[in-house]
């Protein structure tokens, strides 16, 4: 009952018209619910209404009605009685009637109407009902725009669900359609009113005894009106809209039925006459719609006047300029405009439909006259622009009419191409067995460019008409082209030859010449083998005979990557092995071979370029790779040439570069990059002596960068084999004696860089190994590498400290040492095995600052050297064990930033060059590293490892700085400090700015001193700007003001970075965003500072000035 | 007092290409100096709006890049402005605004002159003489109405 009483209320609350619209809202949702989950069923609440629903007052009854029809809009799913749908049904069509309640009526049928798939549905006989209801008393027209949308709906919805009933009133639906869309002016309505057209036509598709055929004239007239479409009022609804949407309905109504064709295409045509842009778009748009609708036969008496209006269409586009840039290689080569765009569907349409369409083209006298207009000129930079839109638009023409299918581009060729021929003087050569070289064939060749053009442009457009082998019969297009290739491709390669640098144009040609006779592909093809083979050693020769990068050289190496990748991908055997054989094979022994004019890198970036186009090439590639490495490698050290060895280094940086980014595409390249770096290893291993120079320096880094990505992307067992192939190289080498130096202080003094060349190459490269091997690749004896690592690193190789510090931090289970032992053999064992070296002190159960690297890095024994070199190793191991999230590395930090303090515990200071480097280390341990310890190397990274080093030793190198007594331990804590901060996520930053802003205000103090510490004060006073403008950090920035301004103010002036100053600057005007009163007092001071920056020796810092200072200014002169 | 427009319709040119300062070659070596140069200063000025029109002096080509002279090592500036029509009103305002904007945007150790180009306006010497008068500047800046206008003229410039 309490339901009940609440409807009442509901009720009461939705039919008050004087209430709010979100009342009305309110009170149709509770009664909605309280239907839906079955508390009041449909009859019980048309029950309550009753009084509401036939009331004599007119306001109440038609909301009474509306509430009701609104309820069935939100049952659509759900099931009712059959009964009361219909009654339902009839009660709606009944009010139809009563204007004054229209609204309700009609919402209240759409509802019974969108009933879908669910038990209740409205029957045939009641939608017609409701049909001729609506028809005979709702004047559409009179409607307001919500009804009126209503009303189109419901006419939609019935002409979808209930054909039958609606061809059952055969004419009556039409007329009321007509008088319904009549005027109307909307575009939410035109878009359902051009689709109840559309509905209607399907309706009625017989030509005969449709009502729609005496009807067609006047309901064309309704909707052509609206042609083409144009809004006038843009703001507002309407534009939610788009033109191009209401458009495109409009011209699917129009192509809709056969019976419009008499009305449609003289209109059409009529606005494609139009000035109006828009106007011819949619015009050509709409006939390619009604080309397809209407029919070759209605179509056919239209061609006469059809293809004069499109030939004008096409003509009108205003870029008469021919690109011969690199990238128009495989593209038309120059910008079509919308219009042109449609014209040429349409043609391309009408052709692909009516192969008789082409002869209106073929005759054409303008499209004719085109040979004379070819033989005029013979470069294209001297035609007229006249002369070029012609010669541009009528190959577009021919084109696009050959590309329609294969009987047009018969067709075309028939008649085009011969005449085309003669006006070129290519002349047909009987058979390519019989070469002829008649000199006056050749010399009354006429290469006149617009020809050459319209050629190329012929022979692209019909690749891909090739019938495939199945069809035996050769097509006619083939064989004339067949007749004329071997000439063709005279020609062109005689133009690509006779071209020099300046003009482009010859260049361009013959190489596009070339490329399409070259993609005439297929089983068919009329370009035969042996000419194909012409073609690409035509091509190759113009990469190998060049000097220097010209533009003739990048169009040749660009056809040949299109047609090696077109080979590709239509899987053309027999091209693939001509291919393999002429280009690939050339290139790659070019690479081999030292003696070539073209200059080396040219050839690696050709013949990169070239083989990446199909796995095979690749495979040939790599191959001509190790070849060329091993031989210039021995080359270079039996003969101890330097130029062999520059090479070498250019090849492993296209390795690197080049192959390796494309190691996912290729399939296969992994493994053959796995055989590059074995035969790496094996050329090292044979070769015996190994000194080097500033280029063999080059060649060390080259390689190092190669072996450590080869090894980065193989797969595990691959890494497996490069790593037993590089151990068994050092095992054969000195190296291992190193670890059995006793590693007795003394020991350790007298180490200096005293490694072969050889060695340290083999040292490096392994270390590479290592910094890119997954944790999942076994390491063998790892005991051993350590301490080599160890020796090495204190000796002075940074490599050796990365790769330790890859070993520590992928070190797993698996391998036959654990972290543990790891950990201890570096921090606890006196290296030499079993060799004591305990020295003064005994004690070596903690890993903190009583083990022997740790004595080293704090100075207490050895040079100054030793010292800085332990320092970085330490930092490395220490970043290792970082990003696993090992707790050693607590002790790591307090060891290095016991080397910072200014008196540590044995009461010393340390050297200067030492602090250096225990600041730096803390770089080290938190910025992301390109060369190791990263994603690519498979590094062990645990979530949040910067966040968790940033709470451990802020705390403390805080406490260091405040008690820090010398100036130089200060700042040195400070750059150790200014490190971890800026290389923290700043969100970090922002959750304790109040605690790090007098620190960081303090720390670019500090380090506005020194000009070594740029780069670091640079980082630093980014991350201040950051908190600057970010809302967490603006409290305590407000409380600092005076602080950071003044900081500020004396950055402005900094010398020795540009970008500091520029950055001060920005941060100035950043602090306007402060509360006005905390930023007054400190204006004369700012202005000061800004005032001086107009005279800063830089541009960018002056014009930051500029806008500082008036942001600035105009505080003070508003107020 | 003519009412509306002095020049009712002025002939507008197209902007020439700006200079991209972020991407100098100078930016990478710290040492070196960008002298103040003649685009430098017309990169002040160009944006600056006529009192009348909304297009900038550079669009009406009220002033071009040849149009100003620096002499960086003299810390001296000359601007020479052509007004549209003969006897635009408009020309003090014009070169006051010039002159206000170059005050602000150089440094202070420059001398600037702001001339009116020979023979394109009817009281050229007056102009010229007004422009140039340091006590008449200050006494026009002192005026509230005059300072909304140039601030107004200028704003497009800041930007």
Same mark, same amino acid.
């Given at each position: ?39 009041? $069923? ?18 109440? =009854? ?79 027209? $009179? ?56 509905? %209607? ?22 909707? *052509? ?107 038309? @080569? ?28 073929? &005759? &054409? ?56 021929? !003669? ?59 067949? =007749? ?37 592909? @297929? ?41 090696? $990748? ?6 053309? =055997? ?49 191959? @001509? ?127 200096? =860089? ?51 510090? *890859? ?175 800026? !290389? ?63 900081? %500020? ?71 | ?159």
């Amino acid at each position: 009952m309490a339901a009940l009483n609440n409807l009442t209320e509901h009720l009461e609350s939705f039919v008050d018209v004087t209430r709010s619209p979100s009342h009305h809202a309110d009170s149709l949702k509770a009664i909605a619910s309280s239907l839906e989950k079955g508390v009041l $069923s449909i009859n019980q609440l048309v029950v309550e209404m009753d009084m509401y629903l036939t009331t004599t007052d007119d306001v109440i =009854r038609a909301r009474g009605i509306l509430l009701l029809a609104e309820m069935l809009n939100h049952l659509k799913e759900k099931p009712l009685d059959t009964a009361v749908v219909q009654s339902l049904a009839g009660f709606f069509t009944a009010k139809l009637a009563e204007w004054k309640s229209v609204r309700g009526a009609l919402t209240g049928c759409l509802a019974l109407i969108k009933r879908k798939d669910v038990a209740g549905l409205v029957t045939a006989t009641d939608a017609e009902a409701m049909a001729k209801a609506m028809i005979k008393s709702v004047q559409v027209q $009179s409607l307001a725009l919500h009804d009126r949308k209503i009303c189109f709906e419901l006419l939609e919805c019935l002409l979808e669900q209930y054909p039958e009933a609606m061809i059952n009133m055969g004419n009556l639906i039409v007329y009321a359609t007509c008088e319904a869309i009549d005027g109307e002016k909307d575009p939410p309505c035109l878009m359902i009113a051009f689709h109840i057209v559309e509905l %209607l036509t399907q309706l009625f598709p017989s030509p005969s005894s449709s009502p729609l055929a005496a009807e067609a004239s006047d309901l064309f007239d309704i909707i *052509s009106c609206y042609f083409p479409l144009h809004y006038t009022h843009t703001k507002g609804d309407e534009a939610s809209i788009p033109r191009e949407e209401l458009s495109r309905r409009l011209s699917l109504a129009i192509s809709s039925t056969p019976f419009f064709e008499p009305y449609a295409i003289p209109l059409l045509l009529e606005k494609l006459s139009s000035s109006l842009t828009v106007a011819k778009v949619d015009s050509l748009r709409c006939l390619n719609d009604c080309v397809v609708k209407y029919g070759v036969n209605r179509m056919k008496k239209h061609y006469k006047d059809l293809w004069p209006a499109l030939k004008d269409a096409l003509y009108s586009f205003t870029e008469t300029d021919l690109s011969f840039g690199l990238e128009s290689l495989t593209s038309p @080569g120059f910008e079509m405009g919308e219009i042109h765009r449609e014209a040429v569907d349409l043609l391309q349409r009408l052709v692909k439909q009516d192969i008789s369409f082409l002869g209106l083209v073929v &005759d &054409d006298p303008r499209v004719n006259m085109i040979s004379d207009t070819i033989s005029r000129y013979s470069q294209f930079e001297d035609m007229p622009d006249t002369s070029k839109l012609e010669i541009l638009v009528v190959s577009q023409i021919l084109c696009v009419s050959a590309r329609a299918s294969v009987e047009s581009c018969n067709k075309i060729f028939e008649t085009f191409f011969f005449r085309l021929m !003669n006006t070129l003087g290519i002349v047909e050569k009987v058979s390519s067995g019989d070469l002829v070289h008649n000199e006056n064939s050749t010399a009354s060749i006429k290469l006149y460019h617009g020809g050459l053009h319209l050629c190329i442009e012929l022979l692209t457009a019909s690749k891909d008409l090739i019938p495939s082998s199945e069809e035996s019969s050769s097509t006619p297009w083939c064989s004339i082209v067949n =007749r004329f290739s071997v000439s063709l491709i005279e020609a062109f390669t005689s133009v690509v030859q006779s071209s020099y640098d300046e003009c482009s144009a010859d260049a361009y040609l013959g190489v596009k010449g070339l490329l399409a006779m070259g993609m005439l592909c @297929g089983g068919s093809s009329p370009v035969s083998k042996s000419e194909f083979e012409k073609i690409l050693k035509t091509l190759t020769s113009i990469i190998t005979a060049q000097r220097a990068k010209t533009v003739k050289w990048e169009l040749a190496l660009k056809a040949l990557i299109c047609m090696g $990748s077109f080979i590709d991908r239509y899987s053309e =055997r027999e091209k693939a092995m001509s291919y393999m054989g002429v280009v690939v094979e050339n290139l790659v022994s070019l690479a081999c071979s030292s003696h070539c004019s073209l200059p080396y890198p040219m050839i690696l970036e050709a013949t990169s370029e070239v083989c990446s186009t199909r796995p095979q090439y690749v495979e040939k590639m790599v191959q @001509g790779f190790e070849e060329a490495f091993c031989s210039s490698f021995s080359d270079f050290y039996v003969n101890g040439n330097s130029k062999p060895i520059e090479n070498c280094s250019q090849l492993l940086e296209c390795v690197t570069n080049k192959l390796l980014p494309r190691v996912t595409e290729i399939d296969g390249l992994e493994k053959f990059l796995v055989h590059f770096a074995i035969s790496m290893w094996n050329q090292i291993e044979s070769s015996v002596v190994f000194s080097y120079d500033v280029s063999g320096r080059e060649f060390v880094e080259a390689a190092m960068k190669t072996m450590r990505q080869i090894v980065g992307v193989a797969l595990v067992d691959s890494q497996n084999s490069i790593i037993q192939k590089a151990y068994n190289v050092i095992s054969s080498s000195t190296l291992p004696a190193m670890e059995s130096i006793p590693l007795t202080f003394a020991a350790l003094e007298g180490l200096h =860089r005293d490694l072969s060349t050889r060695d340290e190459l083999i040292l490096s490269l392994f270390a590479s190994v290592i910094i890119g091997a997954s944790p999942k690749a076994s390491l063998p004896d790892v005991k051993s590498l350590i301490k080599l690592f160890m020796v090495s690193f204190l000796k002075g190789y940074i490599p050796a400290a990365q790769a330790l510090g *890859s070993i520590v931090n992928k070190l797993g289970i698996s391998s036959d040492c654990s972290l543990e032992e790891a950990c201890d053999i570096i921090f606890h064992q006196s290296f030499a095995s079993g060799n004591n070296i305990s020295s003064d002190d005994t004690d070596k159960t903690i890993c903190g600052s009583e083990t022997l690297l740790s004595k080293i890095c704090l100075g207490f024994y050895g040079s100054v050297d030793l010292q800085t070199r332990a320092i970085t190793g330490l930092a490395w191991i220490g970043k290792g064990l970082l990003m696993r999230g090992d707790g050693r590395v607590n002790e790591i930090a307090l060891v290095l930033m016991e080397c910072l303090k200014s008196s540590n515990s044995s009461g010393n200071a340390l050297h200067p060059s030492a602090m250096k480097h225990a600041a730096d280390a803390f770089l080290i341990l938190m910025s992301d590293s390109e060369v190791c310890l990263n994603r690519k190397f498979h590094a062990v990274i645990r979530p949040l490892y910067k966040q968790r080093f940033f709470s451990i030793t802020v705390p403390i190198l805080e406490s260091l700085i405040v008690n820090s007594q010398t100036p130089l331990s200060r700042t040195m804590l400070h750059v150790a400090l200014a490190h971890v901060i800026s !290389n923290v996520p700043v969100t970090v930053i922002l959750d304790n700015t109040k605690k790090l802003l007098p620190m960081i205000l303090e720390g670019l103090s500090a380090l506005s001193v020194d000009a070594v510490d740029k780069e670091t004060l640079f980082s630093l006073l980014l991350v201040l700007s950051g908190t600057l403008t970010d809302i967490k950090g603006q409290q305590s920035v407000s409380d600092n003001a005076h602080k950071i301004i003044e900081c %500020l103010v004396k950055l402005t002036s900094y010398r020795h970075l540009m970008v500091v100053r520029e950055t001060a600057i920005q941060c100035l005007a950043t602090l306007l965003e402060l509360p006005h009163g905390r930023i007054y007092p400190f204006r004369r001071e700012v202005l000061q500072a800004v005032t001086k920056a107009l005279d800063d020796p830089k541009r960018r810092v002056r014009e930051e000035a500029i806008k500082c200072r008036q942001a600035w200014t105009s505080i003070t002169s508003r107020s | 007092m003519v009412s509306g427009l002095i020049n009712e319709n002025p002939i507008v040119y197209e902007r020439k290409e700006r200079r991209d300062v972020r991407t100098d070659s100078s930016n990478t070596n710290e040492l070196s100096v960008d002298t103040i140069d003649q685009l430098e200063v017309f990169d002040h000025i160009r944006d600056i709006k006529d009192p009348e029109h909304p297009y900038s002096l550079e669009q009406l080509k009220v002033l071009t890049e040849d149009s100003v002279e620096v002499d960086d090592s003299k810390s001296h500036v000359r601007v020479t402005f052509t007004p549209t029509v003969e006897h635009c009103s408009m020309a003090t305002i014009i070169g006051l605004c010039v002159r206000v904007k170059l005050m602000r945007s150089l440094p202070s150790r420059y001398k600037i002159d702001i001339r009116v180009a020979p023979g394109t306006h009817a009281t050229e010497a007056a102009v010229n003489k007004q422009l140039n008068d340091k006590e008449r500047v200050a006494a026009a800046l002192e005026n509230p109405n005059l300072v909304e206008m140039v601030d107004e003229c200028l704003s497009p410039s800041f930007e």
